[in-house]
T-cell receptor
Framework: QVQLQESGPGLVKPSQTLSLTCTVS??????????WGWIRQPPGKGLEWIGC???????YYNPSFESRVSISVDASKNQFFLEVTSVTATDTAVYYC????????????????????WGHGILATVSS | SYELTQPPSVSVSPGQTARITCFGD??????VYWYQKKPGQAPVLIIY???VRPSGIPARFSGSVSGSTASLTISGVQAEDESDYYC?????????????FGGGTKLTVL
């Protein structure tokens, strides 16, 4: 059974960098054929996709984050990471990591990306 | 930009049928997925590839698509179905997926 667990500081100061880790158990990032993703939910709002990464390090991101977001992977540790730079209060959210199912790619104009399973989420608050 | 539009709320009495819609221009050519999200819990995938129910998801949950509108139907609603529900899809930009979620629908069981 695949399980994911987010970890990282719960409080970040404005203008600093939010760094989160997702540790995967029950599956191997290195030997698997999956993308892995980050999604967040600000308080009282809906889900927002952040980006995805493959074990090779290939990534794709939500363009609304411009260049503030970076996702990386350490397949040997079965972990992948999220960094959000220059955070503001609007980055306060519950951050979820998840496995990308369906392939995580587009082919013939059709895309195959959905998330299952998800981690339990971690609340990251941006405040001075 | 890509958008999915859901009604903010739907209310239904126990035992009745609830229908939650999701409108998006990309839906005629892209799959739609549905998640159940309860407060303090991780989202759970309940429908994938428009109509497929993962193992362990009760048969009262079903999905359908007609043109640009996808629907999640819950037949014989139970109190435990009270939750937020999100649709999700993806479209391609420079051959990479762009993923987008609907704004969510709060299902209230009266």
């Amino acid at each position: 059974q695949v399980q994911l667990q987010e970890s990282g500081p719960g409080l970040v100061k404005p203008s600093q960098t939010l760094s989160l880790t997702c540790t995967v158990s029950g599956a191997s990032i290195m030997n698997g054929d999956y993308y892995w993703g980050w999604i967040r939910q600000p308080p009282g709002k809906g889900l927002e996709w952040i980006g995805c990464i493959y074990n090779s390090g290939r990534t794709y991101y939500n363009p609304s984050f411009e260049s503030r977001v970076s996702i990386s992977v350490d397949a040997s540790k079965n972990q992948f990471f999220l960094e959000v730079t220059s955070v503001t209060a609007t980055d306060t959210a519950v951050y979820y990591c998840a496995r990308v199912d369906g392939g995580g790619y587009c082919s013939g104009g059709r895309c195959y990306v959905y998330f299952d399973p998800w981690g339990h989420g971690i609340l990251a608050t941006v405040s001075s | 930009s890509y958008e999915l539009t859901q009604p903010p709320s739907v209310s239904v009495s126990p035992g009745q049928t609830a229908r939650i819609t999701c409108f998006g221009d990309a839906l005629p050519k892209q799959f739609v997925y549905w998640y159940q999200k309860k407060p303090g819990q991780a989202p759970v995938l309940i429908i994938y590839k428009d109509t497929v129910r993962p193992s362990g998801i009760p048969a009262r949950f079903s999905g359908s698509v007609s043109g640009s509108t996808a629907s999640l139907t819950i037949s014989g609603v139970q109190a435990e179905d009270e939750s937020d529900y999100y649709c999700q899809s993806a479209d391609s930009t420079d051959s990479y997926p762009q993923v987008f979620f609907g704004g969510g629908t709060k299902l209230t069981v009266l």
